[in-house]
């Protein structure tokens, strides 16, 4: 694939010196370049380490604040909101964020990154429609304001909501131009492997397996040159799901043992929760449901803890397997049920998908023949709608065990 391959040799010379550069685009915007005030706690922030962030960003908040430096009083308050966000703390980061908002005044540049900041809370919530809409709003604002990069970050949270929605071709364009875009702006080694992790995401989902591996592989060894411990942890989590995908569980039980540690010492619990399933769906695929349920329940607690509905979806798809698996069918039902109400609601294809298809063994095992059709009917549908062959293969298979 054209945006695959090479890329560590066509990006080496263009990676800013500095993580903040990636912000800094074409035309410089003085309130987003570096700023060594905010070296220490934007530190903290690429590393995932929220909680600490969060006091430093206050700190600089408060002391911007008492001194009228706005520039740097907004740039506080939107850190302020992200750190408050990744903590799960949503009311207090949509307040934040409003603030944010405020004092971003006629600056298109602040603006765009406030909204792109407020267009991750939105996803994180579920609320995929208004999050796409910020999204699109920031990338407007990130071409008024001459920014390459701020247009690349845009991109890469549209491509990150149509994914979740199941539109991964839409997905893959959006994130293809994100990469076009930072290879012709200074751009950081972790912004980019950051797009190259989404990119592989919809490779997998469109079964371009092999290209996805690439894309991985790609932002592993940005994320190893100038990235993060955390940032690493989430690419060999996606990586492990192709591994899942084709089989090569020792592959993917290595790479996911590996990242476990890395944030659980970290503390960020997305990262945590996709780790947890990850372990949870290496021992479903070996068949070892007594190995699998600990990590599923923990991973599920860990999702509903922090207000993070699409790992709470996914686990709850998982948790029904386990179920189904054990002979429990009528417990299998309630989970899967209780995630397809969520997927239905919030709009995560894939989920809608997996959750029928589970649905349809669920009722299969009951006795009642007529919604199991209807189940596996209605998962090859959606399957075929988002156009996911993983879903698609399932969701065939369960309509043939029905018939």
């Not at 740039?75 to 971003?104: E, K, P």
């Not at 990069?149 to 893959?172: K, T």
Request: glycine share 8%; net charge neutral.
């Amino acid at each position: 694939m054209r945006a695959v391959a090479g890329a560590v040799a066509v990006f080496a010379g263009a990676l800013a010196v500095g993580a903040l550069a990636a912000c800094e685009g074409h035309r410089a915007q003085p309130s987003l370049a570096p700023d060594p005030a905010f070296t220490a706690a934007d530190s903290l922030r690429m590393e995932g380490r929220s909680a600490q962030a969060l006091e430093r960003f206050v700190a600089l908040r408060d002391s911007f604040a008492a001194t009228g430096d706005t520039a740097r009083l907004w740039r506080a308050q939107v850190w302020t909101g992200d750190a408050l966000m990744r903590l799960g703390r949503r009311d207090s980061a949509s307040a934040a964020l409003d603030t944010a908002l405020a004092l971003a005044g006629d600056d298109p540049a602040r603006e765009a990154q406030t909204r792109i900041v407020r267009s991750i809370l939105l996803d994180r919530q579920g609320l995929l429609d208004s999050a796409l809409a910020e999204a699109r709003r920031a990338l407007e604002l990130a071409e008024a304001a001459g920014s390459a990069s701020l247009q690349g970050n845009a991109l890469n949270a549209i491509g990150r909501i149509l994914s979740l929605s199941g539109r991964y071709r839409e997905a893959q364009v959006a994130i293809e131009r994100e990469l076009t875009t930072k290879r012709d702006a200074p751009a950081s080694a972790r912004s980019v492997a950051t797009a190259y992790n989404e990119l592989g995401i919809n490779l997998r989902h469109l079964g371009r397996l092999d290209e996805a591996v690439a894309a991985y592989r790609e932002a592993l060894a940005l994320e190893g040159s100038a990235g993060t411990p955390l940032g690493r942890a989430r690419v060999m989590n996606n990586l492990a799901n192709v591994y899942v995908q084709t089989g090569e569980l020792e592959a993917a039980s290595a790479l996911l043992l590996e990242a476990l540690p890395i944030t659980e010492e970290v503390g960020d619990q997305r990262a945590l929760s996709f780790t947890l399933g990850g372990l949870g769906m290496v021992h479903i695929a070996a068949g070892n449901r007594v190995a699998a349920r600990p990590f599923v329940a923990r991973a599920l607690e860990t999702n509903r803890r922090a207000g993070l509905p699409y790992g709470e979806v996914v686990n709850l798809v998982n948790l029904g397997m386990l179920e189904l698996g054990d002979g429990r069918a009528a417990a299998a039902r309630e989970a899967l049920l209780s995630a397809m109400r969520v997927a239905d609601s919030l709009g995560y294809g894939r989920q809608r998908a997996s959750s029928r298809t589970g649905l349809a063994r669920a009722a299969l095992a009951l006795g009642d023949t007529s919604a199991a059709r209807r189940f596996a009917d209605d998962a090859i549908a959606i399957a075929d709608s988002i156009g996911d062959p993983e879903a698609q293969i399932e969701a065939i298979e369960a309509r043939g065990t029905v018939l």
